[in-house]
């Protein structure tokens, strides 16, 4: 069973400019998190998706967003990029049974 | 609110030791689920544990232990013999039980666990 795929798996932007990361679940999986791992704040979460839609949203400001697809495929979308949105930013799938499987991760480098 | 603490930034040890990380967490809730992930250097994070709050026995998987104590609020991984493959950043969190809450994980900052040959 294949995991959980995150594209790209590097990604160097400019400020300013916006982004988006793809999150393919494991097969079956209905629900995707996000979570954003820096060195200085560690790991926070995002927001979750279940269906389609959006279910929890953490701290974070409006230019993160994101989107689940009816295949259960979730993108995500910094606008307006900033320095300090550099980041691993690390998506997680779950069946509904308290155990999430993550990804490997999109590492996001502003300059 | 909800917060784990993890108050071992780095530990380091020689094949074969046993070695313990601590987890201190806090949460109003009477129930939620405990949580030990891996971190290799790949950068994904494997899951290790979940515990569910009003379990509190300990669970061994192969050189794995834990150690659940609610009196304390405590959630402690143990390896037994360490290895080189355990080198990784480990770490504990904790999540509601309430449905529609339990993939929405507060992480601990991490332990950092360096076993040398």
């Known amino acids: 069973k294949a995991g959980v795929t995150q594209t790209p798996r590097y990604l160097i932007k400019t400020r300013g400019q916006q982004v988006t990361l793809s999150c393919s679940p494991i097969s079956g999986h209905r629900s995707v998190s996000w979570y954003q791992q820096t060195p200085g704040q560690g790991l926070q979460f995002l927001f979750e998706?279940?269906?389609?839609?959006?279910?929890n949203k953490g701290n974070f400001p409006g230019r993160f967003s994101g989107r689940q697809f009816s295949n259960s495929r979730s993108e995500m979308n910094v606008s307006t990029l900033e320095l300090g949105d550099s980041a691993l930013y690390l998506c997680?799938?779950?069946?509904?049974?308290?155990?999430?499987?993550f990804g490997s991760g999109t590492q996001l480098s502003v300059l | 609110a909800q917060k784990v603490t993890q108050a071992q930034t780095e530990i380091s040890v020689v094949e074969k030791e046993d070695v313990t990380l601590d987890c201190v967490y806090e949460?109003?809730?009477?129930?939620?689920?405990l949580f030990w992930y891996k971190q290799p250097p790949s950068g994904e994070l494997v899951f290790l544990i979940r515990r569910n709050s009003f379990d509190e026995q300990n669970e061994i998987s192969g050189r794995y232990s834990w150690n659940f104590q609610k009196s304390t609020s405590s959630f402690n991984f143990t390896i037994t013999a360490s290895q080189v493959v355990d080198s990784a950043v480990y770490f504990c969190a904790l999540s509601e039980a309430k449905l529609g809450n339990t993939d929405k994980l507060i992480f601990g900052t991490g332990t950092r666990l360096q076993v040398f040959p």
């Open positions: 997680a799938s779950s069946s509904g049974r308290q155990e999430l499987f």
């Open positions: 949460t109003r809730d009477t129930t939620y689920y």
């Open positions: 998706y279940f269906s389609e839609t959006q279910r």
